[in-house]
């Protein structure tokens, strides 16, 4: 699975967070293995961000890893780190 990339990007950008219990922490390692598999960029530990809508790939992930109460997609216009993002996502 990978986040398919439009013909012109909207200049938001995708942010999932989570916080999966102690408890989950083979699946909270999974899941975090998964984002970066389709194509996210780790922010923080628990923090990755995309330029693209992924929303139905971030549904599947939550559902499949049972983990959706855990796991939060905010959409936002800017981030203070954009220039090294555009850097590595390759846009304008």
């Given at each position: 699975?990978?986040?398919?990339k439009?013909?012109?990007?909207?200049?938001?950008w995708?942010?999932v967070?989570f916080?999966?219990?102690?408890?989950l922490?083979?699946?909270r390692?999974?899941?975090?293995?998964r984002?970066?598999?389709i194509?996210?960029?780790?922010l923080q530990?628990?923090?990755f961000?995309?330029p693209?809508?992924c929303e139905k790939?971030i549904?599947?992930?939550?559902e499949?890893?049972?983990?959706?109460?855990?796991v939060?997609?905010?959409?936002a216009?800017?981030?203070d780190?954009?220039?090294?993002?555009?850097?590595?996502?390759?846009?304008?």
């Amino acid at each position: 699975m990978l986040i398919p990339k439009p013909a012109r990007w909207d200049r938001k950008w995708r942010i999932v967070i989570f916080d999966i219990p102690e408890y989950l922490k083979s699946t909270r390692d999974i899941m975090r293995a998964r984002l970066k598999q389709i194509g996210m960029i780790e922010l923080q530990k628990s923090v990755f961000v995309h330029p693209y809508p992924c929303e139905k790939e971030i549904e599947f992930l939550t559902e499949f890893y049972e983990v959706k109460p855990h796991v939060r997609l905010i959409i936002a216009e800017s981030i203070d780190s954009e220039f090294h993002l555009k850097t590595k996502f390759k846009l304008p």
